[in-house]
């Protein structure tokens, strides 16, 4: 099956690491929460359904065509739209990022610059907040060069030197000169504001081509790792550290799924993924502060650590219903919160030690792991050790039942693994011994458990016939041996049951809302992987280069690809998916050397 035409989310992603919006490639403006990544949207249309609220967009009388792209190597979007008598604008947005003496500059603001480019184009801005999670603002009072609206708790401010009276009314006008917006806080804009929006866009232009220029790329599939690079990196919360999923909530897995979650917070199972990801290519800064994030999450008093934060870690998470939200295309429900966070997943102790390992080996970083930081670890280890073969709801998060998941066991062992290792490393040679023996007994447990010798795999759970497609990681994580004959034989029988054409189903049974429809992208980039460390290179390839082909136009991936029309379903952009491709690519990628000195 090719790809569709319309991709379903065929957005972009602005963002500085404090805040990040969703713009269409019209250049409308349909998902931004404000000021932080999980704030209520103050520009909510992409889960109104057909109600045309919360957003801003620059609509060009008699407009036929648009052009909408990345400026190579950043996330600011340059849009160009066209109208039927040869008109034109440019619409650039961005979120400024930029070295500013000893700190990072990223204040959680927009900024929007509309350009005429050709003839007298005649333009209408529409400005539509929203507040409370999808209730219209009604309230808005203008200043000599602002709109101030406020609704609830939210106020906003819209700086411009546009006519406001225009904007106010969505008066349409002749645009004759560029225009500059500033999205933000209800404050004064502190200097001029066209020259200031022109060097915040230089100096967000120059950090980021910056950023890249640093990174550690291989040969092959480098666009497509750099948008991916990129985009994980604005999923990272500087403030705190923290990681998030996604950016949006409650786009269903499928369509009627009832699938619908809340990603905006920080699941340490993911963040474990994008810090590799990122460190795979030389990006360690979010791994020092993911480190610093679980810092204040640890403690031997604690009962249990919980799989997912808030970006603030006390904030609650409390799961309810936005009632003012009908859902993306109308498919509801819009889920505030995630009730997964007091839900027992255990392979969480094991992605915190294994996303922290580097720390102790890595001869980059300015400060490497110490005897505090190992002893905290410690800590996830002796949990790990208590609870890997207990009951969790596992790495999908089952609001129905427990069992003793493969993958857990694995990720506990893993952990218990990695602080041997570390502990050699500093010398503390009796802790070595110590966690050795303890991921030997773990490991025993597991290959015994999880080993299901009738359907000749190793299953989703103790005991259980179920496949499961996290169970391909096992040899990434050292459990076993490519050449091993059972992993060999997992992966036929994953490809039997899961491999649907060239998607990859996360699991083929029932779970608490009925069989699974869309592929979970991820999944086929684990497959891909065991192909590859079992020799299937080509086959391995083929099947990388088709899941680009789902990205959208803006080289962004969802959760989820739909089987039947290809598009892309699930919360977006998603750092799984995104983080997938890197570690994928990278894998698969030719080196330099072969590419120029090999032929």
């Not at 295309?329 to 997943?345: C, K, L, Y």
């Not at 005897?371 to 596992?394: H, I, M, N, Y």
């Not at 497609?469 to 060999?488: C, I, K, N, Y």
Request: glycine share 8%; charged share 25%.
């Amino acid at each position: 099956m090719q790809p569709p035409k319309d991709y379903g989310l065929d957005l972009a992603i602005i963002g500085n690491g404090r805040t990040a919006a969703l713009l269409e490639p019209s250049s409308r403006i349909t998902w931004w929460c404000f000021p932080r990544f999980d704030s209520n949207p103050v520009f909510s249309r992409l889960l109104a359904g057909d109600e045309e609220k919360g957003f801003t967009e620059v609509a060009l009388e008699g407009a036929k065509d648009f052009n909408s792209q990345y400026l190579r190597n950043t996330p600011i979007v340059v849009t160009e739209i066209t109208d039927e008598s040869g008109g034109s604008i440019r619409v650039t947005d961005f979120a400024p990022r930029f070295q500013n003496l000893d700190r990072i500059y990223r204040a959680p603001q927009l900024i929007r610059i509309i350009e005429p480019t050709a003839g007298l184009p005649r333009i209408t801005i529409r400005f539509r907040p929203t507040y409370n999670y999808g209730i219209p603002v009604q309230n808005h009072a203008l200043g000599s060069n602002h709109i101030r609206y406020w609704g609830g708790e939210m106020q906003l401010r819209l700086t411009t030197d546009a006519p406001l009276s225009y904007i106010e009314r969505e008066s349409t006008f002749v645009l004759t000169r560029p225009i500059y917006m500033v999205f933000g806080a209800d404050e004064p804009f502190p200097a001029a504001l066209g020259p200031t929006c022109r060097d915040f866009l230089d100096r967000t232009r120059d950090y980021w081509l910056e950023w890249v220029r640093r990174l550690n790329l291989s040969y092959d599939w480098q666009d497509a790792i750099i948008r991916a690079a990129i985009t994980l990196k604005l999923s990272n919360f500087e403030e705190t550290g923290g990681i998030i999923a996604a950016h949006t909530t409650s786009i269903p897995e499928s369509p009627h799924s009832q699938r619908n979650w809340d990603y905006r917070f920080c699941w340490l199972r993911d963040a474990y993924f994008v810090v590799k990801a990122l460190n795979r290519i030389g990006s360690t800064r979010t791994m020092e502060d993911f480190i610093f994030f679980i810092l204040n999450l640890v403690s031997e008093e604690a009962e249990m650590i919980r799989p997912v934060y808030s970006i603030v870690s006390s904030d609650p998470m409390d799961e309810r219903v936005a009632e003012n939200l009908k859902g993306y295309r109308g498919d509801g429900p819009v889920r505030i919160g995630n009730a997964a966070a007091e839900q027992a997943q255990h392979d969480t102790y094991g992605s915190v030690i294994l996303a922290a390992m580097p720390m102790f080996f890595d001869r980059r970083l300015p400060q490497m792991g110490d005897e505090a930081l190992f002893k905290l670890l410690e800590v996830l280890g002796r949990k790990a050790e208590r609870l890997a073969l207990t009951p969790d709801a596992g790495i999908w998060e089952y609001r129905g039942r427990q069992r003793i998941h493969t993958h857990s066991v694995a990720m506990c062992w893993a952990g218990c693994n990695r602080l041997a290792a570390i502990a050699q490393r500093l010398g503390f040679l009796d802790r070595a011994e110590y966690w050795n023996g303890v991921a030997d007994r773990l490991h025993a447990a597991m290959i015994e458990g999880a080993w299901n010798s009738k359907r000749g795999a190793f299953t989703a759970a103790f005991g259980s016939e179920d496949l499961d497609a996290s169970v391909l990681l096992l040899h990434e994580l050292g459990a076993v041996e490519a050449d091993d004959p059972r992993f060999v034989s997992t992966v036929a029988a994953m490809e039997r049951e899961l491999l649907r054409g060239n998607h990859v189903m996360r699991y083929a049974s029932p779970d608490d809302f009925g069989v699974p429809e869309g592929e979970f992208l991820i999944c086929r980039f684990w497959l891909i992987d065991a192909w590859w460390s079992l020799g299937r290179k080509e086959e391995a390839r083929d099947l990388f280069v088709d899941a680009l082909k789902y990205s959208n136009r803006y080289g962004l991936l969802a959760e989820h690809i739909h089987m039947q029309n290809g598009q892309l379903w699930g919360n977006f952009p998603q750092t799984y998916s995104m983080a997938g491709l890197v570690l994928t690519a990278m894998r698969l990628s030719r080196s330099w050397e072969d590419r120029y000195w090999r032929g």
